[in-house]
């Protein structure tokens, strides 16, 4: 019989728990089951989706806790850590076997970032190869297996960072997109009458300072290093709406690599 590793995740960051699922099920097959809720397989369609995650968080031998900024502070990640804290604690009392709490910080989260009591638990640094490793021999332990793990870890790490990649610099490019615009289509135009530029120049026209102001912050924040935004021509100007207001003219100048890595996620900013 499989045992149960329960998998706790937000909605937002289901792609990685499903990379995180296959790889632990390939590498301990028929030993292991990765419950993970948002799947599509684990709950099916017209199941009790509570009474599913309550039975999960009961039987599982370990579980893994997928940590960022975003999902470190979520209630149902906090309440699945819960649970699982007071079974070992349960389990240590009454001579039974650990069962391992593992957060797995990835996506700009760092170790010594998490909030606590999370902090007090074993960590990895989900993006290291070698720390990968170090948490699927806690889960080799806690199934009863042994022996030499087959999992290329190295490059389980690359696709770990290709899903963060996307994750923080792409949500940030839709989200600086739909600062001014909800169509980054005229970017692509842009990249298409030159494909060899290596960044492409955006000019908008009479944007507000404190607009300016916010897309500055993503300048030298979350897209320090990919694209630049330089202001022209502030004035102040008298808006119908607004009446007097600090205007100028603005220069964005885009790395034309990540926006043709990220094509697929910006062609909808809804």
């Not at 509570?50 to 940590?67: D, S």
């Not at 912050?217 to 102040?236: H, I, M, Q, R």
């Amino acid at each position: 019989m499989s045992k149960l590793i329960f998998l706790s995740h937000i909605h937002e960051e289901r792609d990685l728990a499903v990379l995180i699922k296959e790889t632990i099920e390939d590498e301990f097959s028929g030993f292991v089951e990765v419950f993970v809720s948002s799947d599509g397989v684990t709950i099916p369609a017209g199941a009790h989706f509570l009474k599913r995650i309550e039975n999960g968080l009961l039987t599982c031998v370990a579980a893994i806790f997928l940590l960022s900024p975003r999902s470190a502070n979520r209630n149902w990640i906090n309440f699945e850590l819960g649970s699982v804290w007071i079974r070992n604690k349960m389990s240590e009392l009454n001579g039974g076997p650990e069962i391992p709490a593992i957060p797995f910080c990835h996506s700009g989260m760092e170790l010594n970032k998490l909030p606590q009591p999370i902090g007090n638990l074993n960590a990895i640094q989900g993006n290291i190869a070698s720390q990968l490793e170090f948490a699927f021999r806690s889960i080799q332990n806690s199934v009863g297996g042994r022996g030499k793990l087959k999992t290329d870890f190295d490059d389980f790490a690359s696709k770990i960072r290709g899903f963060e990649s996307k994750y923080t610099i792409g949500q940030s490019l839709k989200d600086f997109f739909r600062l001014f615009t909800n169509d980054a289509s005229r970017a692509y135009q842009l990249i298409d009458s030159n494909p060899s530029a290596e960044r492409i120049i955006l000019v908008l026209k009479n944007v507000k300072l404190d607009h300016i102001d916010k897309l500055k912050e993503f300048e030298t924040g979350s897209l320090n290093g990919y694209l630049d935004v330089v202001v022209k021509n502030a004035a102040l100007i008298t808006d119908d709406r607004y009446g007097a207001v600090n205007v100028g003219d603005i220069e964005i100048t885009i790395d034309t690599d990540i926006l043709l890595t990220h094509e697929a996620l910006l062609s909808d900013l809804s």
